[in-house]
């Protein structure tokens, strides 16, 4: 066992990290190449980060590519995003034009890496368009959808899925995703990584630098919600809900902390809207933090009583069990990926309005003893079904599946 895969062994145990070997051998060598639209800022750019190093430590060669394309492009590409989260959002021609047009000059860039790939994993709508452009292509491609797409707009869709259909599989966060597809489907939701800079446990000292950093106090309970600047986040919900709860009684803090996503370009609007909502009110802490923030963000969490992730919608939503794994107990919206990791009033609460998250807010302040019980029980949970070697796992098993063209069940010989 490699130096890396005995530090995981050391969290999860030594027969995951020996099941994870059985199901990489038959891959070992392979190259795999994971395409999507950032390097920097939201959940696909922080899994990527972490699960290539992960495949290569087993001896696949994986890598990553990225689509690069200008404010037209992403502003397509978001509409697209919007839409297939259900805005009814009209995309004119010209724009899914510019957005072929782009894909076609990524392709020229990308296309000995795509063609010589044994797996091509392409992340979201913003790159879908390459497979059609790829007419010699020796691997498997695979749509890998991050959103959630349970209910989308369905002039948007029906484009998109004139690309989509002529990949060999598609994977989905959740089953309530997926769309009926003509190919094989697999269900694998995100996880985090415990041994990443965003994760890993902090000595206090660092910890408490928060406070003095970001002006905090540390006598008075904090709230807090770490996301993308972006409506379905639902960051000013999130003030309301801190005033409401305030108003009954705890001297609440809040501190609202985010960044910008480099495919993204409707942050700073919603940035706009948000200081607007939170005018006046000293205890609310706005940080803006560069991308690169993650021991920032992890002592965050770590020094937040309650996290909130109050989306509307939500693919997954790692923030959330990244704050469980902090043993936090989170009260998020209930919506998407939010739902599979929050077993309401075990491991959190699920909430729909800001009012009723404001309830749960000063029913956690009010009850320690049920905070700290529910927080213990988030972290377990997260243990159990969401870390990064479980993700591992399920990909593993996939990558295998989609290889030899097996749809049903897949058959390792152990030769050690
Ligand atoms: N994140 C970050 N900086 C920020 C805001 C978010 O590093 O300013 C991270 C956050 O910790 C999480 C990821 O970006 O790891 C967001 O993933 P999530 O699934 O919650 O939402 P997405 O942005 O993909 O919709």
């Known amino acids: 066992m490699t130096d890396m895969l005995t530090r995981y062994a050391a969290i999860v145990g030594n027969e995951v990290i020996d099941h994870l070997y059985q199901l990489a051998e038959p891959l070992e060598g392979m190259n795999v190449v994971h395409v999507n639209s950032t390097r920097e800022g939201g959940g696909v750019a922080e899994i990527l980060h972490r699960l290539i190093p992960l495949k290569q430590e087993l001896g696949i060669r994986a890598g990553w590519e990225v689509v690069s394309g200008d404010a037209q492009y992403f502003q397509c590409t978001k509409k697209m995003h919007n839409a297939l989260?259900?805005?009814?959002?009209?995309?004119?021609?010209?724009?899914l034009q510019h957005y072929e047009t782009t894909n076609a000059r990524n392709f020229e860039r990308l296309q000995a890496r795509l063609k010589d790939s044994d797996i091509v994993v392409i992340h979201d709508p913003q790159p879908v368009p390459l497979l059609n452009l790829c007419h010699d292509r020796k691997g498997k491609w695979i749509w890998r959808c991050h959103i959630d797409a349970s209910r989308p707009h369905r002039p948007v869709w029906k484009y998109l899925q004139q690309f989509i259909n002529g990949y060999d599989a598609s994977i989905y966060s959740l089953p309530a995703f997926a769309q009926p597809m003509n190919h094989p489907m697999y269900i694998i939701p995100p996880s985090i990584d415990p041994l990443s800079d965003k994760n890993i446990e902090l000595d206090e000292e660092e910890t408490n630098a928060i406070y003095k950093d970001y002006h905090i106090d540390p006598e008075r309970p904090v709230i807090s919600q770490i996301s993308r600047f972006d409506r379905f986040k639902d960051p000013v919900g999130v003030i309301q809900a801190y005033q409401m709860a305030k108003a009954f009684g705890p001297p609440l803090?809040?501190?609202?902390?985010?960044?910008?996503?480099?495919?993204?370009?409707?942050?700073?609007?919603?940035?706009?809207e948000v200081k607007m909502a939170a005018k006046g009110d000293p205890d609310i802490h706005i940080l803006m933090l560069p991308p690169d923030a993650h021991r920032t963000i992890n002592a965050i969490q770590r020094i937040s009583d309650i996290v909130l992730q109050k989306s509307i919608k939500e693919g997954f939503g790692l923030t959330v069990t990244e704050a469980m794994w902090k043993g936090k107990p989170v009260i998020g919206g209930n919506a998407g990926g939010i739902r599979i990791q929050i077993v309401n009033h075990y491991t959190g609460f699920l909430v729909s309005t800001p009012?009723?998250?404001?309830?749960?807010?000063?029913?956690?302040?009010k009850h320690t003893d049920r905070l700290k019980e529910m927080g213990a029980t988030a972290r377990a949970f997260v243990l159990e079904n969401y870390l990064l070697t479980r993700h591992l796992r399920e990909y593993l098993t996939l990558?295998?599946?989609?290889?030899?063209?097996?749809?049903?069940?897949?058959?390792?010989?152990?030769?050690?």
Do not use: C, K, S
């Open 399 to 416: 990558m295998v599946a989609v290889v030899r063209g097996v749809r049903e069940r897949i058959e390792l010989f152990n030769n050690h």
């Open 355 to 365: 009012e009723g998250a404001a309830l749960r807010i000063r029913y956690l302040i």
């Open 253 to 272: 803090q809040l501190i609202l902390a985010g960044g910008t996503a480099t495919d993204d370009p409707e942050g700073e609007e919603v940035l706009a």
């Open 85 to 95: 989260q259900g805005d009814r959002e009209e995309i004119p021609d010209d724009l």
